[in-house]
């Protein structure tokens, strides 16, 4: 299983960044997927989730109505568009795959840096 997220960079207050994860190595079209982001010195925390088909989708309270998780399954990739960055959301950026029911764990990208600052 390999997960490989991109997009991540430094970007301004106000702006906008589309994460993506690529993944490979399972059926990803059987899995839940999760966004995650951890800032310096905090504990990880869920950013968003999308059901395998992608007809569900959850937000954390700090990014909903900023951002939108959707996938494609015919590409095996995840995305995180994320709009209106505030500095708040500087954090390594990591995707999660809900593989437990299938290989007995989940698996995680190495994830991406998002800097928001000016």
């Known amino acids: 299983v390999q997960l490989v997220e991109s997009g991540g960079g430094l970007v301004q207050p106000g702006g906008s960044l589309r994460l993506s994860c690529a993944a490979s190595?399972?059926?990803?079209?059987?899995?839940?997927m999760n966004w995650y982001r951890q800032a310096p010195g905090k504990e990880r925390e869920l950013v968003a989730a999308i059901s395998s088909g992608g007809d569900s989708t959850n937000y954390a309270d700090s990014v909903k109505g900023r951002s939108t998780i959707s996938r494609d399954n015919a590409k095996n990739t995840v995305y995180l568009q994320m709009n209106s960055l505030k500095p708040e959301d500087t954090a390594v950026y990591y995707c999660?795959?809900?593989?437990?029911?299938?290989?007995?764990?989940?698996?995680w990208g190495k994830g991406t840096v998002v800097t928001v600052s000016s």
């Open positions: 999660n795959a809900e593989t437990r029911l299938y290989y007995g764990r989940n698996y």
């Open positions: 190595g399972f059926t990803f079209s059987r899995c839940g």
